[in-house]
């Protein structure tokens, strides 16, 4: 199986080190690796600008040359380019009547209840945006893979879009195959800030306005600042695959054989060797790449623990289950 180790802390990581309550933060990561395991292997690193990320990725090598004896050699060069990816900031706040939250007299409970829906629905927000996230149609968060991956021609990194012959209408869905590393594709934090889920207790505050009134309350904050950068394409492959062209496989044995475009996948990657490889799945992909391998029996799946959590292996490689995977896309143009 392919090793798991990394170099570089991951956002659990960082959100167990985080302030003085150790002991909130550590559910906090708890509650965050439960809902979106992305998390447990993406390595991330903090921003060498202040609000962004900036990268030199190569564009073009030099040309080599054959030299005859006596024959000169004419200098040449790499081409590079420079790309900054920003940060988005996320933030929620959490805000109950304090005479709802004292009944029964266990205060603190019914406020951890109500802060435990916010906090999953950050994450779940965190994790569409590394999906689909696109600062042309919002500027305030971050782009996400995507947008990135969003030609099967034409585009420099259309030989890692995998588009599914028989993806029509709006009945498509990704697999991701990544290759996590430094270098390569890893998330970042602004400068002189805390990486992840940040929380802030406001205690007991008055909350209204002269118009509607006042009340005692509770307050809570949360804020994620986070970026996505994108340092070299190779080591992302997007798999486009139609739900229907997929389950006529399973029903009819032709259409789309979804371990055949995983394989493929994972062959574009230069190297596993030094990235920390993941496969990003819908449930109903998970679903149905099951089903195909169960009807052929010409591919296994294993079940291993990893990092104490049981998970599904696809050729030495973990497939993390991730709600935000839209099983309703178009199809690609091109």
Not at 259 to 277: F, T
Request: glycine share 8%.
């Amino acid at each position: 199986m392919t090793a798991l180790a990394v170099t570089h802390p991951t956002l659990l990581d960082f959100t167990r080190e985080l302030g003085a309550d150790g002991k909130i933060q550590t559910d906090i990561a708890e509650v965050l690796r439960q809902t979106n395991p992305i998390l447990d292997y993406l390595p991330f690193v903090m921003a060498n600008e202040t609000t962004g990320h900036k990268s030199i990725i190569r564009s073009g090598l030099p040309t080599p040359t054959w030299r005859e004896l006596y024959g000169g050699v004419q200098p040449t060069k790499g081409e590079s380019i420079a790309v900054r990816d920003t940060i988005g900031m996320l933030e929620s706040y959490c805000e109950v009547d304090k005479a709802l939250a004292d009944l029964g007299g266990n205060t603190v409970a019914f406020r951890r209840n109500q802060e435990v829906a916010h906090i999953q629905g950050m994450s779940h927000e965190m994790a569409s945006t590394f999906l689909y996230g696109n600062e042309e149609t919002e500027r305030a968060a971050f782009t996400g893979l995507a947008p990135r991956y969003l030609l099967s021609t034409g585009a420099i990194n259309s030989t890692h879009v995998l588009k599914d012959t028989e993806d029509s209408a709006s009945t498509n869905s990704d697999f991701w195959v990544l290759g996590l590393g430094i270098n390569k594709i890893f998330g970042t934090f602004p400068q002189s800030s805390k990486a992840g889920l940040s929380y802030t207790d406001f205690g007991e505050v008055t909350i209204g306005d002269a118009t509607n009134g006042y009340y005692q309350g509770y307050r809570s904050h949360f804020r994620w600042d986070m970026g996505l950068v994108v340092e070299d394409w190779q080591y992302g492959v997007r798999i486009h695959w139609g739900t229907t062209s997929a389950a006529t496989f399973i029903s009819a044995g032709t259409g789309t054989p979804l371990s055949n475009m995983l394989i493929k996948a994972l062959e574009l990657l230069p190297s596993r060797d030094n990235c920390r490889p993941v496969i990003l799945s819908s449930r109903k992909g998970k679903e149905q790449l099951k089903l195909q391998i169960k009807k052929e029996m010409t591919y296994n799946l294993t079940r291993e623990t990893i990092a104490g959590v049981p998970t599904d292996v696809f050729d030495g490689v973990p497939i993390l289950t991730t709600d935000a995977i839209l099983n309703n896309l178009a199809a690609l143009t091109a």
